[in-house]
Nanobody, 117 residues
Framework: QVQLVESGGGLVQAGGSLRLSCAAS????????RGWYRQAPGKQRDLVAT???????DYADSVKGRFTISRDNPKNTLYLQMNNLNPEDTAVYYC???????????WGQGTQVTVSS
């Protein structure tokens, strides 16, 4: 069984920064990609950023240049550094691990990020 636990969310003013963490436990023998998603109230869950096992990263256009995804393999932890936050970034942020492209994957419980104007 795999568990993902997010932390690091909170309330921040516009222009501020937060760093989210996602600690993984359990056995994941094959990883296609790790990623962060977010879901604002009344909206669908959207992709924010992904990182492949080789370190290739990809970002949603809305966060490019402001957010950075990274990982610490020995700690089995995924990070999302978020800078220059704006109110449109307010959402519950989830981490995800996929074993293959069509895999829904494993999800954490989410961490709330609220950006005040």
């Amino acid at each position: 069984q795999v568990q993902l636990v997010e932390s690091g969310g909170g309330l921040v003013q516009a222009g501020g920064s937060l760093r989210l963490s996602c600690a993984a436990s359990g056995n994941i023998f094959t990883i296609y990609t790790r990623g962060w998603y977010r879901q604002a109230p009344g909206k669908q869950r959207d992709l924010v950023a992904t990182i492949s096992p080789s370190g290739y990263t990809d970002y949603a256009d809305s966060v490019k240049g402001r957010f950075t995804i990274s990982r610490d393999n020995p700690k089995n932890t995924l990070y999302l550094q978020m800078n220059n936050l704006n109110p449109e970034d307010t959402a519950v942020y989830y981490c995800n691990v996929k074993r293959y492209p069509s895999d829904n994957g494993y999800w954490g419980q989410g961490t709330q990020v609220t950006v005040s104007s």
